[in-house]
């Protein structure tokens, strides 16, 4: 195994060289970034430094409890940025949503850990926290994606949803093509990683099991079983949620809420 | 002595938390009968329509269709029945027989299949000679207002909630679509109630007049 070059943090620090450079130039052509670049660098900091010690700390403990605790927190922690990102505050779907995304992402992670990767105790944190944090990222953007365009399209489209309502159909009859624009939608981002990877990009994960000096095939076997769990998390979370902000959409009625 | 197929008794109606839009109306209607009520913009006419397919709740009293509470039926089976008809007609992309053959397809339309030779015979009676493979976005508003006829006529409603159906349209269409509607109660097939903003009359039906002001609905001539 090739020796690890450990980064100091000075040099850590050096890097902000060229978020400055970034700030400098948003400052000249009027850009407006400065204020977000600078609290964004700062939040990186704080967010990792933090997440290493808890990390540190997740690892070490290796309970199942704790895992899960922390898997919860980042579910939270992404539906609050889902809800934040869509526009639509009338309908209350935030607990619903995380409902929906913990089960899902529930669902995978234990396949992935117990049958996939086999890794024993199946919540093992080193593998269990880094692949489900990679899940929630990935399908958080798909889920706030979908749940925006599904109201945008329910407010361009309400003339049609209500004509279809009026003649008897129920809102899933009435909502097909919004629905399924929706759920494509969020998905397309997931789908064209599928078709670039190793070509266009070389993935997060595996950069950093190489870097880590690891042989590069079994790096590709687990970003290959990452790539595959990406699309299917994000397909099962988005359509879970989806399902349930459509049904809260309407009344028991048939009447369009929004 | 018959019974009132539509039976609006004493109903009140306001939006979520709002002034009240209508109150205490009261309305019977029989069967194959034509109902017109007008009204200011804003008056309440198209509230009092969706009262009756349930897009809103009457906030008191009750509607009491076919002996039955409307709140008793099933939602599709109400409005499978009492069909509203929106002001500025709605066409789906695609081919005149596109825009009458979807509702086929939706579940509570199930026992009825699309009958290609009745649709032959409504576009003649509303005097669209077009073919049925005829661009339906390249129609005039006035024609789509008649392809939205045919399509209630083809799903066999027993009511049609129309809501101002000629505002948008030249004086030839509106002349059309108003005998067409006359000549359907004439031959007693099926029972209209007509919002509108001006005055409609007709020579061969005596269809009864309410205007809606003030939230109440009253019997004019």
Known sequence: ?258 | MKSNFIQIENVSFSYQGGTPVLEGLNLEIKKNQLIIVSGESGAGKSSLLKLLNRFNDVTNGRIVFNNKEISEYRIDELRKAILYLPQIPYTVEGTIEDNLTFPFSFHVHKDKKYDADKAGEWLDYFQLNLPVNHDALKLSVGQRQRIALIRAMLLKSEVLLLDEPCSALDSANRKLIEQKIESLIEAREITVIMATHSKISFSNICPQYFKLSDRRLMLTT
């Open chain 1, 1 to 258: 195994m090739t020796e690890i070059i450990n980064i100091s943090w000075f040099n850590v620090a050096l890097t902000t060289s060229l978020v400055i450079a970034t700030g400098l130039c948003s400052l000249y052509l009027k850009l407006g970034l400065e204020k977000d670049l600078l609290v964004g660098t700062i939040r990186t900091f704080l967010q990792l430094v933090l997440l290493g010690y808890i990390l540190k700390i997740v690892f070490a403990l290796s309970n199942p409890w704790i895992v899960l605790i922390v898997f919860l927190f980042m579910i939270i922690f992404a539906a609050r940025i889902i809800s934040g990102r869509v526009k639509e505050k009338r309908i209350r779907y935030f607990f619903p949503v995380l409902v929906s995304m913990f089960l899902s992402y529930m669902i995978i992670n234990i396949f992935v850990m117990s049958i996939i990767v086999q890794v024993d105790p199946w919540y093992k944190p080193i593998y269990f926290i880094p692949i489900g944090g990679m899940i929630i990222g990935n399908s958080m953007n798909a889920i706030a994606i979908a749940i925006n365009n599904w109201f945008n399209g329910l407010k361009k489209e309400r003339e049609r949803v209500e004509l279809f309502l009026a003649m008897g159909a129920s809102p899933a009859e009435s909502t097909r093509d919004n629905f399924k624009g929706a759920i494509t939608s969020g998905m397309i981002p997931s789908i064209n990683a599928l078709m670039s990877v190793g070509i266009v990009s070389i993935p997060g994960m595996m950069t950093g099991q190489i870097l880590a000096g690891i042989d590069p095939m079994i790096a590709i076997k687990y970003q290959i079983i990452i790539m595959l769990i990406l699309v299917a998390s994000t397909a099962l979370s988005s359509i879970f949620a989806l399902h349930i902000v459509r049904s809260m959409s309407f009344t028991t009625n048939h009447q369009l809420k929004v």
